[in-house]
């Protein structure tokens, strides 16, 4: 199972919007709503964002949303602020026995 | 409050065994599904298997089949990821991570990871 595809770096300056896309194929991004989305700091653990898609836990801000067509996921940060800076990982249920794949991850910099 | 709290960081050499565990605390042991992510040095995260403490049920990533063994010990609330005869290619961090109640949709909480350093 291939990794699914994220641009490997983007940017914005505090107070826009970015959108991280995160491409798979017709066997797990595009054939499931189970798409998640987690941010890692440096050093950190991953921390859950978005879920099934568009789904945020108790505790995310709602400058995070999510959206999919296709084989392709999006997660877009509005009102980008200092502490958004992180990586940024998608992930797909895929399946099978089961299976997830995870995207190779984005950079986000806030200039 | 749901915790996972992982084993510390440790340095083997390669053909050595190793086995670093994931304790849960805060909720009931039995009832999720417990998955293994491995990060190597300056990548991304790769799930390598899950487990249900409850009645034991293992599966693995077809990557991982074969390379690791995932278990659970379920009287001290643990799971464990094990290797028989490490590589410098298993040098990464690993992170135990869970499910929440009834679904695989996506990971809920994370333990803070475990650095597993191979070198001769």
């Known amino acids: 199972q291939s990794a699914l595809t994220q641009p490997a770096s983007v940017s914005g300056s505090p107070g826009q919007s970015i959108t991280i896309s995160c491409t798979g194929t017709?066997?797990?991004?595009?054939?499931?709503?189970?798409v998640s989305w987690y941010q890692q700091h440096p050093g950190k653990a991953p921390k859950l964002m978005l879920y099934?898609?568009?789904k945020r836990p108790s505790g995310v801000s709602n400058r995070f949303s999510g959206s999919k067509s296709g084989n392709t996921a999006s997660l877009t940060i509005s009102g980008l602020q200092a502490e958004d800076e992180a990586d940024y990982y998608c992930?797909?249920?895929?399946?099978?026995?089961?299976?997830?794949?995870f995207g190779g991850g984005t950079k986000l910099t806030v200039l | 409050e749901v915790q996972l709290e992982q084993s510390g960081a440790e340095v083997k050499k390669p053909g050595e065994s190793l086995k670093i565990s994931c304790k849960g605390s805060?909720?009931?042991?039995?009832?999720?599904?417990i998955g293994w992510v491995r990060q190597m040095p300056g990548k991304g995260l790769e799930w390598m298997g899950i487990?249900?403490?409850?009645?034991?049920?293992?599966r693995y990533s077809p990557s991982f089949q074969g390379q690791v063994t995932i278990s659970a010990d379920k009287s001290i609330t643990t799971a464990y990821l094990q290797w028989s005869s490490l590589k410098a290619s298993d040098t990464a961090m690993y992170y135990c991570?869970?499910?929440?109640?009834?679904?695989?949709?996506?990971?809920?909480?994370w333990g803070q990871g475990t650095l597993v350093t191979v070198s001769s």
């Open positions: 992930c797909s249920y895929a399946g099978r026995s089961p299976n997830w794949v």
């Open positions: 805060g909720y009931t042991f039995t009832n999720y599904w």
């Open positions: 099934e898609v568009t």
């Open positions: 991570a869970r499910h929440p109640s009834g679904t695989w949709s996506y990971f809920d909480y």
């Open positions: 487990i249900y403490p409850g009645d034991f049920d293992t």
């Open positions: 017709s066997s797990d991004v595009g054939n499931y709503n189970l």
